[in-house]
């Protein structure tokens, strides 16, 4: 009999993807579900960034792209991570990818052997532990608690470190979380990253813009690690471009050039028309993306000043991203109707087929007493959602 192979085996499907997938088949049904799983912006690409797209199909960039991308594209993230970010970079430390889901994977394929460690503090984003599974290293997990915010410390961080750890993997904004690292807590850990300069560190910033306190800071930051440092960066969350693929990174060049080795067997260059669309967002008017933050920082609020009034349902205020990540586990182990609430899982199922609201459990990001939701709608549209939830809790006894 022919099987697939043990390491694809050893991956599992992607929860949130499969939660969107579970309500999108029940809204095909005729069925009023509500989506709060999604990780994607619910607003549409800014116009000058679709021109430029079309314009690209009429300049006839049909054809394959550079692997790595193209040069002025490259030379655009660098401008990118000066302007935004203050930090420096030449177009041969950068590579761009399918999305910052390629760079990550890309990043761990060239740097894990089988059976070296991935630090990753919990709750991380989902795909993280499987992209280590699927390089054949094993991902170590750093616990956190509602009472640090879910951020680690260098104390945590020290005590987890071994010969075999190689890569430490985060992302601030963070995805589930909503927490923010300062730059003073980088820098404690930056600090730990000095004393062991052979661990890479894997810097997700995907959520940069979306801040709503203080201003998103880089771990590229210190000098002192910069050879250590990858920054992995895209087009989706910032510029509301999930479906255009494109995504980079910013390290060694040793690294950016192995990731175009694998890129050149797999998957070549990224889609010609989509670098075109991001060299224009990167270098065009930046000012949509401080309205999309304005209109989710009241998303924001209002999912919050609901889920104040559910009671057991604990958390801080996220100050990043589009996610609330609520402690739910009051609710395990007590009844709705004749039925049990065991865990996270159950409650998020319970939720889409009771109340037709599809939240994600926290288990596959490592917050196995935490629901996640994403306020990435309608504030319309949230506060029904968030009325059908407390409905929805008032019967748990
Ligand atoms: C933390 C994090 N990193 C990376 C990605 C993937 O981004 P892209 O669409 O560029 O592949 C996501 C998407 O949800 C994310 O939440």
């Not at 560190?201 to 910069?226: A, P």
Request: net charge neutral; proline share 5%.
């Amino acid at each position: 009999m022919i099987n697939i192979s043990d390491r694809l085996a050893a991956l599992s499907i992607s929860a949130t993807l499969a939660m969107n997938q579970r309500s999108r088949e029940m809204i095909s049904k005729g069925i009023d579900v509500i989506n709060l799983s999604i990780g994607e912006p619910d607003f549409d690409t800014p116009e000058h960034i679709k021109e430029a797209a079309i314009k690209a199909i009429h300049d006839n960039f049909t054809h394959y792209p550079p692997v790595s991308g193209f040069m002025d594209l490259r030379e655009a993230i660098t401008l990118k991570l000066s302007r935004d970010n203050g930090l420096r970079y030449s177009p041969n430390e950068v590579i761009v990818s399918t999305g910052a889901k390629q760079s990550l994977a890309n990043v761990m394929l060239s740097v894990l052997n089988p059976g070296d460690e991935a630090l990753m503090p919990a709750p991380y984003w989902v795909s993280y532990p499987e992209m280590v599974k699927l390089a054949e290293a094993i991902p170590v997990i750093v616990p956190t608690g509602i009472d640090q915010n879910y951020k680690i410390n260098a104390e945590q961080l020290e005590a987890y470190i071994t010969p075999k750890t190689k890569l430490f993997i985060f992302n601030s904004p963070s995805n589930p979380s909503g927490q923010v690292y300062s730059r003073d807590e980088l820098k404690a850990l930056a600090e730990v990253f000095e004393r062991h300069p052979n661990i890479i560190v894997l810097s997700d910033e995907i959520y940069e813009h979306i801040t709503y306190q203080n201003k998103h800071e880089s771990i590229g930051q210190f000098d002192s690690i910069r050879k250590q440092v990858v920054i992995i960066n895209g087009m989706s969350k910032a510029y509301a471009m999930t479906g255009w693929r494109l995504g980079y990174m910013a390290g060694p060049e040793w690294l950016v050039k192995s990731c175009q080795k694998l890129q050149g067997q797999y998957t070549s260059g990224a889609c010609a028309i989509s670098q075109k669309a991001a060299l224009a967002a990167l270098l065009g008017d930046q000012s949509a993306i401080k309205c999309m933050v304005k209109v989710f920082k009241e998303r924001r609020d209002l999912v919050i000043s609901y889920l104040r009034e559910i009671p057991g349902f604990e958390g801080e205020i996220p100050q990043g991203a589009f996610y609330v990540l609520p402690d739910v586990s009051a609710y395990f182990g007590k009844k709705v109707g004749d039925k049990i609430i065991h865990n996270s899982d159950e409650l998020s199922m319970h939720l889409l087929t009771e109340a037709h609201v599809a939240t994600v459990s926290g288990k596959p990001f490592g917050a196995p007493g935490c629901l996640r939701l994403s306020y990435a709608s309608s504030t319309k549209v949230l506060s029904e959602a968030m009325i059908r939830i407390k409905h929805e809790m008032e019967k748990v006894r």
